[in-house]
């Protein structure tokens, strides 16, 4: 077998060799040839994570579904609102089976497209060249409702949805299709998602992404306060109440609690740079700052956050 260090200097490579001779491809897509990411460090979403253990034996143990007269599914689709965790699943899934992981920005890559044209054929072909040279590879199709997506703008009415679809599915099926490749959908928007992604042979197994409040959303946060912790060396928080604090409002994602804890912190260290000694992180300083993301959240009226 292959030293891990060179399957991963193989994918690296291959993958920025492809990008570097399509546009769209360099500016939609990233690669992390070796992901270091455990579901341990995904607070909550027992349900999801089974699936995911499921959907890795594809990999890991490819027999064992024959001895249960069954087979994987082809792909995956994650569904739930933004920054509940679909992107952090997908990169566990990778971890797990040790492969590389390719995020693909549907989005971004659809107004790449039209806005740059002429590279259709030759992303196609690419494509299927490059995954059928790459070593094992899980590809996440990140935000397939593309014409509700945020990177342009939300509800746009104006794409040319059949020909974007033609190029999307054709780029989903040969994914599938190629060997020792995992494949994952998300979207933020199901309700509104075009049936052709989720039929046979394609996204045929739907996972629902909702963390369940406040259970998940503590067990979250609680992962996170810790890792903030190791990454600084020694212990930031007092006797935090986080089944009080995430009490005071149901709204927010699990990335917009995060993101509202790391507000603290930062705010923590500005009164150190400015030469105070700050006291560790209360639950009153966390619930402060969960009524200003509130009150902004207000006045922009716009969904926000990443599960960082």
Not at 172 to 191: C, N, Q, W
């Amino acid at each position: 077998m292959e030293d891990s260090t060179i399957l991963r200097e193989r994918a690296q490579n291959l993958w920025t060799s492809f990008a570097r001779k399509v546009d769209p491809v360099a500016q939609a897509t990233q690669i992390d040839p070796g992901p270091d990411f455990g579901l341990g460090r995904i607070g909550g979403l027992d349900g999801p994570k089974d699936e995911i253990q499921t959907y890795a034996c594809a990999a890991t143990s490819p027999e064992v579904y024959g001895r249960w007269g069954t087979y994987p599914p082809s792909a995956l689709l994650l569904i739930g609102r933004r920054g509940v965790g679909k992107t952090l699943l997908a990169r566990a899934l990778a971890s797990l089976t040790g492969t590389a992981f390719i995020t693909v920005a549907v989005p971004r890559l659809v107004i790449e497209v039209i806005h740059r044209g002429g590279q259709v054929a030759e992303l196609l072909s690419g494509w299927s060249q490059t995954l059928s040279e790459m070593p094992p590879v899980t590809v996440l199709f990140e935000e397939l409702e593309f014409s509700q997506a945020r990177e342009i703008g939300e509800r746009r009415q104006d794409l040319p949805v059949g020909p974007v679809m033609d190029l999307l599915l054709d780029l989903v099926d040969r994914t599938i299709a190629a060997d020792d490749t995992l494949v994952v959908g998300s979207t933020s928007h199901p309700e509104t998602l075009r049936r052709a992604f989720a039929q046979p042979k394609r996204f045929e197994r739907v996972v629902e992404v909702t963390p369940l409040f406040p259970q998940d959303i503590v067990e979250a946060l609680e992962v996170h306060a810790a890792e903030a912790e190791k990454r600084a060396g020694h212990s930031l928080f007092d006797a935090i109440d986080w089944t009080r604090v995430v009490g005071h409002h149901r709204e927010p994602s699990t990335g917009d609690w995060v993101r509202i804890v790391h507000a603290v912190l930062r705010r923590k260290a500005r009164h150190e740079a400015g030469g105070d000694e700050p006291s560790a992180v209360t639950s009153e300083e966390i619930i402060a700052e969960v009524q200003r993301f509130v009150r902004t959240s207000d006045r922009l009226a716009v969904p926000s956050g990443n599960y960082l």
